[in-house]
């Protein structure tokens, strides 16, 4: 079986014929399924590339949501509407809303879109304020304590979704694969082959995933779990527990690519 990962494609910046001709090179690669780790589109532009990539790419789509998903709107009605085109759809899986699935003997599939959290790094000192707070309905206007008790809000409930949810894909499968948006570890968390800085990991990792993803590893120390994510734009591996590995893709705007092709049986 053939996989192929993309994450932080951003069809928003490319013309739609260029938008169309990508996903078409995705598809006469000829992947069983593709893994997307979100930064999708915008909120504006997020519906129509969903149907572009159900229409371009003929096999399932497994796929979490990025905040660049969300800029230009609201995450409340992103997720709404996101909610709606995926719910009678068997080709588009939105990871959200699914429990573990099983792609084959050896391999499970589980993930969540996922926030940055605000819990690493230093919050409280950090220069640096995202785009996600001006482009974002839910963040506007409020102060930085809203905002990082938001961001809290956001993390938890997908680090309760994996709770739920890779439980039953380590009992179903010795590998395990997880799709999530922001790095869930500071410590896969890159910048130019580094890890980021204090000022940065506040918005750019998440700690309550991973400590949701330590808290069910460690009951399965037999099971391995792979964790595929984008977020930073800049990519790297880091080995979190023998039975635990990230690997952060890389992206850059106008110019999307296939970070991973590979195989399982």
Not at 29 to 53: F, Q, R
Not at 64 to 84: A, P, Q, T
Not at 206 to 217: C, Q
């Amino acid at each position: 079986m053939r996989l192929i990962w993309l994450t932080d494609i951003h069809l928003d910046h490319l013309k739609d014929d260029d938008a169309q001709s990508f996903c078409q090179r995705v598809n006469d690669s000829g992947p069983d399924n593709l893994l997307l780790t979100g930064d999708i589109s915008n909120g504006e532009k997020i519906e129509k590339h969903l149907k572009m990539i159900k229409k371009q790419i003929s096999c399932p789509v497994y796929f979490v949501l990025g905040n660049h998903d969300f800029y230009k709107s609201s995450i409340s009605e992103v997720n709404k509407l996101v909610e709606k085109i995926t719910s009678k759809s068997k080709q588009l899986i939105w990871m959200d809303k699914s429990r573990a699935v099983k792609l084959s003997d050896t391999i499970a599939l589980v993930g969540h879109s996922g926030f940055n959290d605000g819990r690493n790094g230093d919050y409280e000192n950090s220069e640096y304020e995202p785009a996600d707070f001006y482009e974002i309905e839910e963040f506007k206007d409020i102060s930085e304590e809203e905002r990082l008790e938001l961001m809290k809000k956001l993390a938890d409930e997908s680090a309760d979704h994996i709770r739920k949810v890779l439980p039953e894909a380590c009992k179903t499968a010795p590998e395990v694969i997880m799709l999530t948006h922001v790095p869930p570890y500071s410590e896969a968390c890159w910048f130019e082959s580094e890890v980021t800085d204090k000022n940065h990991q506040p918005f750019f990792s998440s700690k309550a995933m991973g400590e949701a993803i330590d808290e069910v590893m460690a009951d399965f120390p037999k099971t391995g779990l792979t964790v595929y994510c984008g977020h930073t734009h800049h990519s790297g591996e880091a080995r979190i527990a023998d039975n635990i590995k990230v690997y952060t893709g890389a992206a850059t705007y106008g110019f999307p690519v296939a970070q991973r092709t590979f195989y399982i049986s």
